[in-house]
């Protein structure tokens, strides 16, 4: 293919099992404004029709992948990337969806700016059931935000597009984890990049099902998983180390391990005898009832996503 013809954004979705998901999201990537597009669909080995519904597109622009064996979705993405072809590069979950106008917002930031290694916008969270919106998310943080993506991450996941040269430098998903995989990928990004926020709501993402509980869960696991990796790093932010073990005491809690939730709250309150929030949940926890309320009705939670401020 010649470089006149290369696509300048791909675009890879990893599935599984979620055919009439998958659809949605791919449509909403091909009605797109933008002329040069691919989209990568990595199939983590479902045993359902998806090859079938995705082939039946008939979309020159849509190339369709299935793995001998479910490896995750960090292999998958890594999958995908390597076969990617664009300048640009985006990540699209089979259960999310774009609304118009998002790539070609982001291009254009980035044509203003040729330092930008990122461009996140702003996205809904929706509950599927019903259609219904929870919460609207109109970020405004970008820069040199390294410091603070190390302390919890901003970035909608629907939303990045990012430049090809800044995942190739940063090594792409880290298959060694099983949750927070993007949250990782750019604690990495950032700390060699800029990036821009749009606080247009171009993206949105779904909440369906019994995802909240897991989620929860995903995120526990994930937040342990980045303290273990960036342990150093954080470290040398005392007060970072207190919020990361505050909002870990506090997911904790909320899961019903009183137990461990605690002993996460005390490290926070060691670290950062300030922390007023580790301190007040700590002293609820005696009354796990209690705790887990206190909890709920101060953090924002949704799919698992917690942010203690």
């Known amino acids: 293919m010649g470089s006149g013809n290369r696509p300048e954004v791909s675009v890879i979705i990893p599935t599984y099992e979620r055919p009439?998901?998958?659809i949605r999201a791919i449509r909403s990537v091909l009605e797109q404004e933008v002329c040069r597009l691919e989209v990568i669909v990595v199939d983590d080995h479902s045993m359902d029709d998806t090859g079938d519904v995705v082939i039946g597109l008939g979309d020159p622009r849509v190339m369709y992948?299935?793995?001998q064996e479910r490896r995750g979705s960090s292999q998958a993405r890594n999958v995908g990337l390597e076969l990617a072809k664009g300048d640009f590069i985006?990540?699209?979950?089979?259960?999310?969806?774009?609304?118009?106008?998002k790539l070609s917002?982001?291009?254009r930031a980035f044509s203003e700016d040729n330092g930008?290694?990122?461009?996140?916008?702003?996205?809904?969270?929706v509950l599927e059931a019903d259609g219904s919106t929870v919460m609207r998310v109109e970020p405004d943080i970008e820069g040199d935000v390294h410091r603070t993506m190390i302390r919890y991450n901003f970035i909608g996941s629907p939303t990045p597009l990012i430049r090809r040269s800044v995942l190739n430098a940063s090594g792409g998903f880290d298959p060694a984890l099983t949750h927070c995989q993007d949250w990782d990928l750019w604690i990495r990004a950032t700390a060699i990049t800029r990036i821009r926020a749009l606080p247009q709501i171009l993206a949105?993402?779904?909440?369906h099902g019994d995802q909240k509980s897991t989620a929860l869960s995903d995120k526990i696991l994930g937040r342990e998983a980045i303290l273990e990796k960036y342990r150093n790093e954080i470290g040398e932010d005392?007060?970072?180390?207190?919020?990361?073990?505050?909002q870990l005491g506090a997911m904790k809690l909320l899961k019903g391990d009183i137990s461990g939730g605690r002993k996460a709250l005390i490290g926070s309150i060691t670290c950062w005898p300030l922390q007023w929030r580790s301190v007040l949940y700590l002293l609820t926890s005696s009354v796990p009832s209690l705790a887990k309320k206190l909890v709920a009705r101060r953090?924002?939670?949704l799919a698992g996503n917690i942010r203690i401020v």
């Open 65 to 67: 992948l299935k793995q």
């Open 105 to 107: 917002a982001q291009l």
């Open 238 to 246: 005392r007060r970072a180390m207190a919020r990361h073990l505050g």
């Open 299 to 301: 953090e924002t939670i």
């Open 204 to 207: 949105v993402y779904s909440i």
């Open 90 to 101: 985006a990540f699209l979950d089979d259960d999310d969806f774009w609304l118009p106008g």
């Open 116 to 125: 930008l290694g990122i461009v996140y916008t702003g996205y809904e969270i």
């Open 20 to 22: 009439e998901k998958l």
